[in-house]
Nanobody, 123 residues
Framework: QIQLSESGGGSVQPGGSLTISCAVS????????MGWFRQAPDKEREGVAY???????NYADSVKGRLTISLDTAKNTMSLQMNSLKPEDTAIYYC?????????????????WGQGTRVTVSS
């Protein structure tokens, strides 16, 4: 059973940086997809960054060049480094993981989620 738990959220000023982490356990050693999603107030949840067991990375256009996803398999920890943060990045951020069946991770259906961590970008 895949289990996930986020940490590291907080408040930051516009233009600042923040790194959030996700402890992941129970995922397969091969054939997996992992991702970061976010949900802003009164908006639907959206995917922002994805990584698979080949190290393939995908990002939403709105975060390209500012957010970086990484996975440390030795520590079973997925991270999202966020730079040049904007007020519109304010949201609850969730990590998710799923065994990879076929296709790209940004198109996968995720059934395993963390509880979320809040990120607020405000002056």
């Amino acid at each position: 059973q895949i289990q996930l738990s986020e940490s590291g959220g907080g408040s930051v000023q516009p233009g600042g940086s923040l790194t959030i982490s996700c402890a992941v356990s129970g995922y397969p050693k091969h054939m997996y997809c992992m991702g970061w999603f976010r949900q802003a107030p009164d908006k639907e949840r959206e995917g922002v960054a994805y990584i698979d067991d080949y190290g393939t990375l995908n990002y939403a256009d709105s975060v390209k060049g500012r957010l970086t996803i990484s996975l440390d398999t030795a520590k079973n920890t997925m991270s999202l480094q966020m730079n040049s943060l904007k007020p519109e990045d304010t949201a609850i951020y969730y990590c998710a993981a799923e065994p990879r069946v076929r296709g790209a991770c940004y198109a996968a259906v995720y059934n395993n989620w963390g509880q979320g961590t809040r990120v607020t970008v405000s002056s």
